[in-house]
């Protein structure tokens, strides 16, 4: 019988200690890809020696310092024997582990990094995961390998992409940052302000492919939109003076809050109106408003997260939808669209106008973004559409609607309600 503990220890540890790692290892080769290299073949060590040898008493440092070891191993190889190596040989020093030495030999006396560095390799990691040199994709990609600590495969099955693809965004990633010559280092209070939309931006979008996947079976996909409320979670320790920081945590935790209540027992999905609020997680959305409590203390206003959570908030607070503050969020959704212009917003505040004021206002509103780009192959203009004519009364044109949401819905979940929705109404 195969013993697994060392398996889950190492994912477990990995898990965990990863960021910091990587960091560590790029702080001390000053290259972020050799580092992430070095930390991936520690990782491969561990899940052959751990399981035989078992788990050592210091998990991390062990990690860390088959890294370091596998750092001279490559200088070496270069023949590069400069500072760098000299630097490394020395740090290791005794009690560390002899270049060529068998990992287990590592030693719990061992610093596992200075603890003065810790945040800051983390958040180096981060920003440069999340460069602007580098796609969107790749960005995501990376994040969720190096900050995250997923594998290939765990990114590619979370968006539903060829593992293949992904290793290649990661490689390209890596190349691209060393070709620009990114420094592994804290940008500067300028730069990180300037950068900082990237990273908070790349977070969203992870949370969002979670919350409400674009495709396959599952509505929710709960493990890619906890990792980014983890990431978010983490970024608001390392940076706990800007306020967006905040803003987007208190938005992940507050739509998150509404997760178990969303779906039913089969999966399918339980529209707003018909969820059991008993069945939110009131835990999450007392962090949330914390969250979005200190987002307010720390800033001048909220920014486009904040604004985002406070029309959270404002559902979840609320006892029931006809108890909803809906013309608060009518004006939170307008300050939105000032802030930061989106059909998507635009067709939100729609939304929420018909809840307030009637269906027909919001009719007009959703009529002017027909000719929208960006929603012109999204099922989310269509659907709305549907029900706004669905409560005036226009069934037949209703059923077209729902025939054409149907069509460009590219989620199971979603397009069996959208379907089930028509039925009701032939």
């Known amino acids: 019988m195969v013993d697994t503990t060392g398996r889950e220890a190492v994912a477990a540890v990995w898990r965990i200690e990863s960021a910091r790692i990587v960091g560590a290892l790029a702080r001390y080769t000053g290259d972020f890809a050799l580092a992430e290299d070095l930390a991936q073949e ?44 000299s630097v490394l040989a020395r740090d290791l020093g005794e009690g560390g ?33 999340c460069h602007p040199v580098l796609t969107r994709e790749a960005r995501i990609a990376l994040t969720l390998r190096v900050v995250g600590g997923l594998s290939s495969d765990e990114i590619a099955k979370a968006f539903l992409t060829p593992t293949a693809t992904v290793q ?12 620009a010559r990114v420094p592994f280092a804290v940008p500067s209070a300028q730069d990180r302000h300037e950068r900082l939309g990237s990273v908070l931006s790349v977070l969203y979008v992870i949370f969002t492919e979670g919350s409400s996947a674009t495709s396959g079976p599952d509505l929710i996909r709960l493990d890619l939109a906890a990792e980014a409320q983890r990431l978010a979670r983490v970024l608001s320790r390392l940076i706990p003076a800007e306020p967006e920081v905040h803003g987007l945590l208190a938005l992940l935790e507050l739509t998150a809050a509404r997760f178990p209540a969303r779906t039913d027992a089969h999966g399918h999905p339980i529209l707003l109106e018909h969820q059991n609020r008993l069945r939110w997680d009131h835990a999450a959305i007392r962090r949330g408003r914390a969250a979005l409590d200190q987002a307010t203390k720390v800033g001048r206003g909220l920014g486009a997260y904040g ?11 609320a006892p029931s939808v006809d108890a909803t503050d809906w013309n608060r969020i009518v004006l939170l959704y307008e300050a939105l669209g000032r802030l930061a212009p989106s059909p998507i917003v635009d067709l939100n505040r729609a ?19 027909e000719t929208s780009a960006a929603l012109a192959n999204s099922h989310l203009l269509p659907s709305v559409r549907a029900e706004l004519l669905i409560r005036s009364g226009r069934t037949a044109e209703a059923r077209t609607e729902l025939d054409r949401a149907i069509a460009l819905c590219g989620n199971e979940s979603e397009r069996t309600l959208l379907t089930k929705k028509l039925a009701d109404l032939t």
Request: net charge negative; charged share 25%; glycine share 6%.
């Open 97 to 129: 582990v002899a270049a060529g030495g068998p990992a287990t030999e590592v030693v719990d006396s061992e610093p596992l990094w200075d603890p003065d560095q810790v945040d800051d390799d983390v958040l180096a990691l981060i920003f440069i995961a």
């Open 42 to 85: 520690a990782l491969a060590e561990a899940l052959v020696n751990w399981p035989r040898d078992g788990v050592p008493h210091n998990p991390a440092g062990w990690l860390l310092t088959v890294g370091r070891r596998r750092a001279i191993d490559a200088f070496r190889r270069r023949s590069a024997l400069d500072d760098r190596y």
């Open 351 to 369: 939304v929420a106008v018909s809840m307030a004021q009637g269906p027909a206002a919001a009719l007009d509103l959703v009529d002017n973004l």
């Open 168 to 179: 290649a965004r990661i490689t390209r990633a890596k190349k691209t940052l060393a070709a």
């Open 307 to 317: 604004i985002q959570a406070a029309i959270a908030e404002c559902h979840a607070v």
